[in-house]
């Protein structure tokens, strides 16, 4: 019997990992289409950077942001509601952006599918940690390395379809995302999380009771500002690189096709760095392991930039997985500092953080349009490095 039940929490991983690379596939399919999409809806090219940032600073904000609300509503009832919608309203929103009339009813879409998309990640990501059973690091990195190799593969598949029918066909994609729908809500249904993990791990507490909000994050709030602000810049750089490097290859005459494959493998490098730095976060000092990423990332991606042909690939993919594999790191370091708001945890490291990062996209694509993307990719890699400093003052706790 304990066989069994541990077979079922298993499976039930599995499946929400599976849920979390559909729905990071439809969430992340922007930086893929960006060059068609401004080619269609845009008349000149001189402000693609700015635009571009914009984008990413409406499809930050209203993903990102949104999930520390959706994580403070998940701390409080059952998910199941926040899971099934948000698979499906993402698949829609993606699907229908080929037929979009203008730039703001693509905003709009960016703006419900983001939203959707930010009430799946916070409970979730705490259902990978409580369903894992070889330790919390291990749940989470495989719970996002799902959604990292579902942006991996999810948009370049799109790509492939899209290369042989058009853009228009782009609606035909919703069609996965509803059959994923269907097995989350059958299964979050009929044995819900909330219900049938038993709370033998300190990190459970659907009947604990939740102590008040300020009491916990008060003694906290420096750790978790320092947090933030190095997930940020972070941030900004694995962000801004996807998008501005899908411009950029644009303009070296990439093909369609070239430049969504090496995007996607600079997703899935960062996926590989991202499952990576979650095994090693259960075996050695989470503080050495984001030194490491934070210091050695930058100086590979610069010279990925100033090299080509394979060089430049393997360059690029390694500094993303170095880069990646603090990923782990700065969520786990969340909960941990607020064990009893744990899904607002999650969303303040995936999401607030996330969101900052891309708000900050629009006066990067700004300064873009002035110096031109090689310099501005160039400053962007650099980013991490500043953050090194401030890991000396978060808390200590293990």
């Not at 959707?116 to 894992?132: G, M, W, Y």
């Not at 038993?198 to 320092?226: C, D, G, M, Q, Y």
């Not at 990646?324 to 790191?329: E, G, Q």
């Not at 962007?380 to 953050?387: E, N, R």
Request: aromatic fraction near 8%; glycine fraction near 8%; hydrophobic fraction near 50%.
């Amino acid at each position: 019997m304990l066989d069994k039940s541990n077979t079922t929490l298993r499976n039930r991983l599995y499946l929400l990992t599976f849920a979390h690379a559909v729905v990071d596939a439809y969430s992340t399919t922007l930086p893929h289409l960006l060059p068609l999409l401004f080619r269609k809806l845009v008349s000149h090219t001189t402000s693609w950077s700015s635009l571009a940032g914009l984008l990413i600073a409406v499809s930050g904000v209203f993903n990102s942001f949104s999930q520390v609300v959706f994580g403070q509503l998940a701390d409080r009832g059952r998910t199941a509601y926040f899971l099934i919608f948000g698979v499906a309203i993402p698949s829609v929103c993606t699907s229908l952006m080929g037929v979009v009339p203008s730039l703001f009813a693509l905003m709009l879409l960016l703006i419900i599918g983001g939203m959707a998309a930010a009430a799946f990640h916070p409970p979730a990501a705490v259902q990978a940690a409580v369903l894992a059973k070889r330790g919390r690091g291990f749940g989470v990195s495989l719970f996002i390395t799902g959604g990292n190799v579902g942006q991996a593969i999810g948009p370049f598949c799109i790509m492939l379809l899209l290369n042989h029918y058009g853009l228009e066909k782009l609606v035909w994609c919703m069609i996965p995302g509803f059959l994923v729908t269907l097995l989350v809500a059958k299964t979050n249904y009929s044995r819900p999380v909330e219900e049938r993990v038993v709370p033998t791990t300190t990190f459970s507490h659907s009947t604990a009771k939740k102590e008040n909000l300020w009491i916990a994050l008060r003694p906290e709030l420096r750790p978790l500002i320092v947090l933030y602000l190095i997930t940020t810049l972070r941030t900004v750089t694995t962000v801004g690189v996807l998008n501005f490097l899908s411009l950029h290859l644009d303009q070296q005459d990439f093909s369609h096709l070239q430049r969504s494959a090496v995007l996607s493998l600079f997703v899935f490098a960062g996926s590989m760095g991202i499952m990576t730095g979650g095994s090693l976060s259960d075996r050695i000092n989470r503080y050495t392991l984001l030194r490491f990423s934070l210091i050695v990332a930058p100086p590979i991606l610069y010279a990925a930039l100033h090299s080509s042909g394979v060089l430049f690939l393997i360059l690029l993919l390694l500094g993303n997985f170095t880069l990646s594999t603090s990923v782990t790191v700065n969520i786990v370091l969340a909960q941990q500092l607020l064990p009893r708001h744990e899904n607002l945890a999650s969303s303040f490291a995936m999401g607030a953080a996330w969101g900052t990062a891309g708000l900050l996209n629009y006066p990067v694509g700004m300064i873009g349009d002035q110096i031109g993307l090689p310099k501005l990719l160039d400053g962007l890699v650099m980013l991490p490095l500043i953050t090194v400093v401030l890991v000396p003052l978060l808390k200590q706790k293990q």
